[in-house]
Each structure stands twice: as structure tokens, then as C-alpha cells.
């Protein structure tokens, strides 16, 4: 898992090596300026009246060189450590994204929107302040644990005992807050996760919220989210807040006994122990204990992003369910398409067979309609063409080629599919539209606009085809939304074009001059048209009805009308609906 995620460090390697070396360097000066401390308080010490110790001059400015030298490695220090770490986490949000892009449809139903964007943001983050620390810290920390220990040993053995002992008495205080802390942070995050979960959700639907005056209780829900994050980060800090105090009441205790053995030592007056020496002392047991907490600490980041570079490296690792063919296909032939025994289900509940042993044959320039109740699997079952899906079971073939032989981009050029919940982006009307073609002229794009019906209503927005469309296409109706969702598919010049309720928001009328427009403008493109109203789909070639994900009907509208029991039930709710509801209405199927 972590090499997975460092795999991401990629141009930051050398800053993030050389981050850890500039800190051994300031880790050496902190060392050193103690040790050259003694000389000079002992040449201050041994100095006559009147008489000037040039020494003490020397040892101060070497003191003044190490001091600059810290300074400098701690400053130097801490620009790497911040460029390392940034870049890395841009590197991983980055790696992140591009592997997303590959995902097929069943991968992104196997995470969650709000899991996906907690992941990139907040996971990252954490990791991001994890490596950061451990870059700094996890190799200057141990390094000047063991240069202290080491000077202590040299300046006086027992003493070097007695900061032992400390050592791993504060380590031992240290590690058991840090153990108990670790739990309810962990939840901390978790709960974090659910927040996220209801902030997405509800602002994404604000509307729906609003419309079903569900704000008091969508409030509980998050006032909840947000209580919950509160008080797992209140007794979290309230284990936390243990530590500094600890650490300071380790420090003075063990300060108190350095003073007293040491003091006794130099009363004493027959160690070899000075008065000069015990500041050093006092210096390095600071130092040691310092580092055992800050290596500690270390490891409690580490810990609690655990977590994190999981959820990261389970996006990163992902594999697209999409394989690619080894002689991929590059050109399509033509818009035919043929389901051979096709059964389908979807990941998440794979006991479910969503479409069962389907075997159909469109001929090139077919206008098919798709007709079925609400979850019989006509989405299903066109999810299928520009392979959005693979099937579970038998073969889609497109142009006479299986769609798993298809390069993915050429299929999907070639299929082009107005989705059920379909989106517009931030930005103008054209820009919008060129999703459909980067290299549509403005001719081309108004004649794409005509057939779909959109150009009277763009004509008559301000600004026209530079009227901004705002966050998600807010700014039009659904309608229109539609309809220029549809130009834009229209302009991709595909040879097979599939509506899935496409114009379940568009008017009557209009709903059929867009269709005979298709006739007439686009008679060699293969059409397939999913509707709730039988009058989007009675002029088709064939008429599929779908019931429980099996083919129940196969005909033109008089032959199914003649003939097929669900389709004759259809037509016959819809047609008495008609005088009471002008736009149809909804099937029961
Ligand atoms: N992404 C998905 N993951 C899991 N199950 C799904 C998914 N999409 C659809 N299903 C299930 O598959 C079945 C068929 O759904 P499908 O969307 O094909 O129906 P539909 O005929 O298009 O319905 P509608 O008219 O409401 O659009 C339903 O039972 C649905 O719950
Ligand atoms: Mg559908």
C-alpha cells in the first residue's frame, strides 16, 4: 500500500531525500553549540581578572557559526519538507484523477461520489501532514536522540544512565496516550467521512430538499454529522492535551535529579565533572527527551493516516472492469448492432440479472424505440452499446465486431448516447456543445441545434450561444436542457444515436419534429429511442417492449398494438390519460 502511494513522489524524490539530510544537519549544530558551551563557560570560569581569554572569543564565534548553520538547515529544512510534501499530495490527487478517468461505470458505482471526493481532498491531506512530519522528523529525531545520548555517555556515564531511564519512561507515558488518543480520532475520521457523505448529498439535492420541505430533518441529519465530528475531536484533544504537560513534568523531574546528583558530583569535586559541563547535560537531556516525543508523534501521524493512504491506494490500485482488446479495432463499420444471448447484472448485487438472455439484430439505420416499465432494463440494456457495461453473458456486436474488440474511444465516438440523467457543465451554450465536436464549425452547430430543436430557444437567450448555462446547466429549464444535450450528441456524427428518455421533458410536438428531423437529416444513423410515451416511439421501425429484463414484444407499433398484451395496456392507459393530461403521462406497464 505504501509503495503505491509513493510511487507518486516521483519529481519530489530529491527534496524529499534532501529534507531529512538538511535536518541532520541542523540536528549536529544543535549538538555541537552545548559541547562548544562548555569551553567557553570554562574559559569564562578559568579567566584571571584584567587579562582577556582570547579563547572565549573563539568559541563564541564558532557558537555564532553553528547558531547561523542551525538556522540556516531549519529554514532550508522546512521550505523542502513543504515543497515535498505539497507535491506530493498534488502528485496523488493527481495520479488519483487520471486513474478515475479509466474507471468504467461499474467501478464508479463501486465508490461513492462523496467517498471519491473525500478521498482526493480530505485523505490527502492527512497523508500530505504525515509525510511532511515524517520527512522532518522521523530521521532528525532519532538522529539527535542518539548524538545527545552519545555526547551525555562522553561528558559523564552516569548521567547518560539517568537519561536512559527517563527516556524510556517518558516513551512508555508518551506511547500509552498516544495508543489511547489513536481510537477516538480514528472514529473522528470516520464520522468525518459521514459529513462529507451528508454534505454532498443534501447539497446536491438541494432542490429535492426544498421541494419536499425536508430542511428540518436533513438539519437533524447533519447537525448530527457535525456532533458527532465535535465530540470524537473534543476527547480526542482531551487525551491529547495530557502531553505537553507530561512531557514538561518528565523534563523538570529529571532536570531536578541531573542538578542535584550533578551539583553533588561537582561539590564533591572528584568526577571531573564542572559546572560547565552540567549545562551541556541539561541541554542534551532536553534534546533527548524532546526527540523521544517528537518520534512518537511521528508514528501517531503515521497511524492516523493509515486510514488515509488505505483509501488512496484502494483508488489508485482499482483496475478498470473495462479490459482492453489485445488488436484493438479502430474504425466502426457501420451502425448495426447485435445482442447475442446477452444477460447482465450489476456488481453490487450480482445475484440480480438485470437483462436475461437477450438475442436482438438491428440493421444499420434502424430506428428502434425501447419500451418498458420503470426498472425493466432499458437502460440496462443500451448501457451495452458504447459498452458503458460489459455483459455478464453472450456478446454485443457493433458494426458485426464484439464492443470488447472496439477501442474505447472509437465505440464511444461512434455511439453516441443522450443519458437518462444527463448533465450539462459550467460554462457557455457553445462550449457546452463542443463536448459533441472540439472542431464543429458554427454552421454545424446551429444545424445540429435545428434538428434538435434548441436553436429558437438559444436564439432568444441573452448573449445566444455565449449565454453562460451556470453550475450544472441551472440556468435553462429541463426541456431545453434536453434538447441540447440531444444537439450535442448530434454533433459527434455518430452512426449510432440512442435516446434514453431523452425527451421525457420536451413537449409533444416538439418531441416529434425532433424525430422527424433525425429522418429526414440523419436516415443513415442507426436510432434508438427509449421512451414512457408510446407517440415518442410509434413511428419506429420495431418497437422493443422489455418486461423484467426479457424481451416480451418485438414489432411495429400495429403489429404490438394487434398482438402484445403489455403494449396494448401502455397504449390504451396513455390514450385515455390523454384528454386529462395533455403531455401523456407515465406508463404502468
Ligand atoms: N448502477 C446500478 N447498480 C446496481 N443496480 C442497478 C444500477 N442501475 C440499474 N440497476 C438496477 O437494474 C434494474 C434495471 O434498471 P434500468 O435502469 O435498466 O431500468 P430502466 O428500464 O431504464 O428504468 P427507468 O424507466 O426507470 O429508467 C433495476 O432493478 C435497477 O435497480
Ligand atoms: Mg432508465
Given at each position: 500500500?505504501?509503495?503505491?502511494?509513493?510511487?507518486?513522489?516521483?519529481?519530489?524524490?530529491?527534496?524529499?531525500?534532501?529534507?531529512?539530510?538538511?535536518?541532520?544537519?541542523?540536528?549536529?549544530?544543535?549538538?555541537?553549540?552545548?559541547?562548544?558551551?562548555?569551553?567557553?563557560?570554562?574559559?569564562?570560569?578559568?579567566?584571571?581578572?584584567?587579562?582577556?581569554?582570547?579563547?572565549?572569543?573563539?568559541?563564541?564565534?564558532?557558537?555564532?557559526?553553528?547558531?547561523?548553520?542551525?538556522?540556516?538547515?531549519?529554514?532550508?529544512?522546512?521550505?523542502?519538507?513543504?515543497?515535498?510534501?505539497?507535491?506530493?499530495?498534488?502528485?496523488?490527487?493527481?495520479?488519483?484523477?487520471?486513474?478515475?478517468?479509466?474507471?468504467?461505470?461499474a467501478n464508479i458505482d463501486n465508490f461513492s461520489t462523496a467517498s471519491l471526493i473525500t478521498r482526493i481532498t480530505t485523505d490527502v491531506s492527512n497523508v500530505q501532514l504525515?509525510?511532511?512530519?515524517?520527512?522532518?522528523?522521523?530521521?532528525?529525531?532519532?538522529?539527535?536522540?542518539?548524538?545527545?545520548?552519545?555526547?551525555?555517555?562522553?561528558?559523564?556515564?552516569?548521567?547518560?544512565?539517568?537519561f536512559i531511564v527517563a527516556a524510556v519512561i517518558l516513551g512508555i507515558i508518551v506511547a500509552v496516550i498516544m495508543v489511547k488518543v489513536a481510537k477516538p480520532f480514528r472514529i473522528m475520521f470516520r464520522k468525518y467521512d459521514d459529513l462529507n457523505r451528508v454534505v454532498q448529498e443534501d447539497l446536491t439535492a438541494i432542490r429535492v430538499v426544498k421541494s419536499y420541505v425536508r430542511e428540518e430533518h436533513?438539519?437533524?441529519?447533519?447537525?448530527?454529522?457535525?456532533?458527532?465530528?465535535?465530540?470524537?475531536?473534543?476527547?480526542a484533544e482531551k487525551l491529547l492535551n495530557w502531553l505537553t504537560p507530561v512531557v514538561q513534568g518528565v523534563i523538570y523531574v529529571a532536570m531536578i535529579l541531573l542538578l542535584l546528583v550533578g551539583g553533588n558530583a561537582i561539590i564533591a569535586g572528584n568526577t571531573g565533572l564542572e559546572i560547565e559541563n552540567l549545562t551541556a547535560l541539561l541541554q542534551y537531556m532536553t534534546q533527548i527527551l524532546t526527540a523521544v516525543m517528537l518520534v512518537a508523534m511521528c508514528l501517531q501521524?503515521?497511524?492516523?493516516?493509515?486510514?488515509?493512504?488505505?483509501?488512496?491506494?484502494?483508488?489508485?490500485?482499482?483496475?478498470?472492469?473495462?479490459?482492453?482488446?489485445?488488436?484493438?479495432?479502430?474504425?466502426?463499420?457501420?451502425?448495426?448492432?447485435?445482442?447475442?444471448?446477452?444477460?447482465?447484472?450489476?456488481?453490487?448485487?450480482?445475484?440480480?440479472?438485470?437483462?436475461?438472455?437477450?438475442?436482438?439484430?438491428?440493421?444499420?439505420?434502424?430506428?428502434?424505440?425501447i419500451i418498458g416499465a420503470t426498472g425493466s432494463g432499458k437502460s440496462s440494456l443500451v448501457s451495452l452499446i458504447p459498452r458503458l457495461?460489459?455483459?455478464?453473458?453472450?456478446?454485443?456486436?457493433?458494426?458485426?465486431?464484439?464492443?470488447?474488440?472496439?477501442?474505447?474511444?472509437?465505440?464511444?465516438?461512434?455511439?453516441?448516447?443522450?443519458?437518462?440523467?444527463?448533465?450539462?457543465?459550467?460554462g457557455t451554450v457553445i462550449e457546452n456543445l463542443r463536448w459533441g465536436d472540439e472542431n464543429a464549425t458554427q454552421e454545424e452547430i446551429e444545424e445540429a441545434c435545428r434538428q434538435a430543436c434548441a436553436d429558437e430557444f438559444i436564439q432568444q437567450l441573452p448573449g445566444g450561444y455565449n449565454y453562460d448555462l451556470g453550475q450544472g446547466g441551472v440556468n435553462v429549464s429541463g426541456g431545453q436542457k434536453q434538447r441540447l444535450c440531444i444537439a450535442r450528441a448530434l454533433l459527434r456524427k455518430p452512426k449510432i444515436i440512442i435516446f434514453d428518455d431523452s425527451t421525457s421533458a420536451v413537449d409533444t410536438k416538439t418531441d416529434a419534429m425532433i424525430r422527424q428531423a433525425l429522418r429526414t437529416h440523419a436516415p443513415e444513423v442507426t436510432k434508438i429511442i427509449i421512451a414512457q410515451r408510446v407517440a415518442s416511439v410509434e413511428d419506429a421501425d420495431r418497437i422493443i417492449v422489455l418486461d423484467e429484463g426479457k424481451i416480451v414484444g418485438l414489432g411495429t407499433h400495429e403489429e404490438l398494438l394487434a398482438g402484445n398484451e403489455i403494449y396494448q395496456e401502455v397504449y390504451l392507459s396513455q390514450v385515455k390519460g390523454k384528454g386529462e393530461e395533455e403531455d401523456g403521462g407515465e406508463n404502468n406497464g
Open positions: 500500500m505504501v509503495k503505491t502511494l509513493l510511487k507518486s513522489v516521483k519529481q519530489y524524490k530529491t527534496v524529499s531525500i534532501l529534507t531529512p539530510v538538511v535536518m541532520i544537519g541542523e540536528a549536529a549544530m544543535e549538538i555541537a553549540i552545548p559541547f562548544l558551551m562548555q569551553y567557553l563557560l570554562g574559559a569564562i570560569r578559568q579567566m584571571q581578572p584584567g587579562v582577556f581569554n582570547m579563547d572565549i572569543l573563539w568559541y563564541g564565534l564558532a557558537m555564532l557559526a553553528c547558531a547561523a548553520f542551525a538556522l540556516f538547515c531549519g529554514i532550508m529544512g522546512g521550505r523542502l519538507a513543504s515543497k515535498a510534501s505539497a507535491g506530493f499530495a498534488a502528485n496523488l490527487r493527481y495520479d488519483m484523477y487520471d486513474n478515475i478517468q479509466t474507471y468504467s461505470f504525515a509525510y511532511q512530519m515524517c520527512i522532518r522528523m522521523l530521521v532528525r529525531a532519532p538522529v539527535l536522540f542518539i548524538m545527545a545520548t552519545v555526547m551525555t555517555f562522553i561528558i559523564s556515564p552516569t548521567m547518560g544512565g539517568i436533513e438539519m437533524e441529519k447533519m447537525r448530527k454529522a457535525v456532533g458527532d465530528v465535535y465530540d470524537y475531536a473534543v476527547k501521524y503515521i497511524s492516523l493516516s493509515k486510514g488515509s493512504m488505505d483509501r488512496i491506494a484502494e483508488v489508485l490500485e482499482e483496475k478498470t472492469t473495462l479490459p482492453k482488446p489485445k488488436a484493438p479495432v479502430f474504425e466502426v463499420k457501420d451502425g448495426s448492432i447485435d445482442f447475442e444471448d446477452v444477460s447482465m447484472s450489476y456488481l453490487q448485487k450480482a445475484d440480480v440479472t438485470v437483462l436475461d438472455n437477450i438475442n436482438l439484430h438491428i440493421k444499420s439505420g434502424e430506428t428502434i424505440g457495461y460489459d455483459a455478464a453473458a453472450g456478446t454485443v456486436k457493433v458494426g458485426g465486431v464484439d464492443v470488447k474488440d472496439y477501442n474505447l474511444d472509437t465505440l464511444r465516438s461512434e455511439v453516441a448516447m443522450v443519458l437518462q440523467k444527463n448533465v450539462l457543465f459550467s
